[in-house]
């Protein structure tokens, strides 16, 4: 049996398909379509019509996509929300789309009440949930909203209230409008937990678009009995029904599923790992062969949240990258040819220098025809490669924890355009598949469950709070289509919290497991 794996970039789409021993049998790239869906398709019927594998042997299908954080950017596809912030009065100085961009906010639906729950710090009512208002609020939006956000101060010490809203919701407004729990998405921190519900709410008419074109996809190659998952934000998979519930958990998966290829590739679980596309660079580091989180609020298109991100940080530098020189100043990007670099850079017939063709020139690279590169003047060619060096070496050092030298994994279509001796870098590591590694990282994953709550460890001891969290995100990795056997925990995170008089502490668990 094999599986598949796709990855959606800015630039390419890339499809591979690995056997039962996780061997890569074959890899494919195509340019990545304005309607992205039309890339997966393409991609989808190269690779299973090169491979020559019949499709009743695929048994499982795995897609990244950059769908959902496309809506947001180009403010596409999003679902009109309703937003309900159980906290009144205490929260009425800064109301909900507080700092949003005006054209988000006109998108969604300037649709939310303050209504009156929330719970304190301690787990007490901060005021009583009012059944009459919350449903006098849900009627007043029939008809008007396609998706309900549901907020509660709090909830991630206390959830029921959010719940309770949750039930009536589908009493009134019906099964078919989708509600998002902020408890389930979000950390510690009201505001930035809010906008991540509200983005997720606001996703599931692309998320149900994306799935089930996907679906559609793989039908018409004939592939109809495989099990077909989605990448998570973690470098893990999660099923398709459960990436309908949580749309926000695909933000961001691309650069992830890139450093799960590149620790496959490489065979290290600690490095960092240069992702080089055509037009930008995304750094991570793999920490125990999973993607360091980051431990900051996001902005996801200009929006504060705090919902789980990967620790990525992103240079304008890239395979189609455009070269200048003025005043005796070479710059390398962050403007790109990107996917127009077959017919745009020099290498190729164009007429546009990139970083690409300063590779060629300088013997580093044999791609294209070197002989259209020649008349690249060599002293702005040197300059342009030691350009690209000083702009690797400072993303490299502002990822890094330690002084000491790291190890380097390069990945991408991208990678050849970096030079082999970096500062800071005690070993660099090429692969010939590096090239659709992000693919090869969807299809390798496994699935994965968390958890975080605000635990007291003076009502209940550390070691029942620890079993009560990993239990809870192992619940959560079974919905998310794991085998429960086969479920280990791999991350607690433990954070007191400050002045609290009875020994709070936010716990986060995380564990993984085999995918059915």
Request: glycine share 10%.
């Amino acid at each position: 049996m094999y599986k598949i794996g796709i990855d959606v970039g800015g630039t390419n789409t890339d499809a591979v398909i690995i056997d039962e021993q996780l061997k890569l049998v074959h890899g494919v790239k195509v340019p990545t379509s304005e309607d992205i869906q039309t890339g997966i398709e393409q991609a989808l019927h190269k690779v299973m019509a090169e491979s020559k594998i019949d499709p009743a042997a695929i048994s499982h299908a795995m897609l990244g996509t950059t769908q959902c954080t496309n809506a947001i950017v180009e403010r596409k596809k999003l679902s009109k929300v309703g937003v309900i912030r159980l906290g009144y009065p205490a929260t009425g100085s800064v109301k909900p789309y507080t700092a949003w961009p005006e054209d988000m906010i006109a998108t969604l639906g300037e649709n939310y009440e303050l209504l009156h729950g929330g719970y304190e710090y301690d787990g007490q009512n901060l005021s009583e949930l009012n059944e009459a208002e919350v449903k006098a609020a849900l009627q007043n939006w029939q008809g008007k909203i396609e998706s309900l956000a549901v907020v509660g101060v709090f909830s991630s010490l206390k959830n029921d209230q959010e719940f309770q809203v949750a039930e009536w919701s589908k009493e009134i407004l019906g099964e078919e409008i989708p509600v998002s729990c902020s408890s389930t998405i979000g950390s510690v921190g009201l505001i930035e937990r809010e906008n991540a519900t509200i983005l997720n709410a606001a996703l599931n008419k692309v998320m149900s678009m994306t799935s089930n074109g996907f679906e559609r996809a793989l039908e018409s190659e004939g592939i109809q009995s495989a099990e077909v998952y989605l990448c998570q934000n973690d470098g893990t998979l999660m099923s398709i029904e459960y990436a309908r519930q949580f749309p926000i958990l695909t933000i961001a998966c691309g650069p992830t599923n890139s450093i799960r290829g590149a620790s496959y590739l490489a065979q290290l679980k600690n490095a960092i790992v240069l992702d080089v596309g055509g037009t930008t660079s995304d750094l991570g580091v793999l920490t125990d062969g999973f993607p360091r989180e980051s431990s900051l609020a996001v902005d996801v298109g200009g929006i504060r949240t705090n919902f789980r991100m990967p620790d990525i940080i992103s240079i304008g530098l890239g395979g189609g990258s455009i070269v200048r020189e003025a005043d005796g100043k070479v710059t390398v990007g962050p403007d790109s040819v990107g996917y127009k670099i077959t017919t745009e850079a020099k290498v190729f017939g164009g007429d546009q220098i990139t970083a690409t063709d300063i590779a060629v020139r300088l013997g580093k690279a044999e791609v294209g025809d070197a002989s259209l590169a020649s008349d690249i003047p060599l002293e702005l060619a040197e300059k342009a490669y030691q350009t690209i060096k000083e702009m690797t070496e400072e993303a490299i050092d502002k990822m890094k924890t330690s002084s000491g030298d790291v190890d380097l994994v390069l990945v991408g279509g991208g990678a050849i355009i970096i030079p082999e001796e970096l500062k800071g870098v005690a070993k660099a590591y090429y692969n010939e598949h590096g090239g659709v590694a992000n693919a090869i990282g969807a299809s390798i994953a496994q699935i994965s469950g968390q958890y975080e709550q605000i635990y007291i460890y003076t009502k209940m001891d550390r070691k029942d709070s620890l079993a009560d969290a990993q239990a809870k995100a192992t619940q959560q990795a079974i919905l998310a289509g794991a085998i429960e056997e086969t479920i280990e925990l791999v991350e607690v995170e433990e954070t007191p919290l400050a002045y609290h008089p009875e020994n709070a502490t936010r716990l986060r668990v995380k564990v993984v497991g085999k995918m059915e």
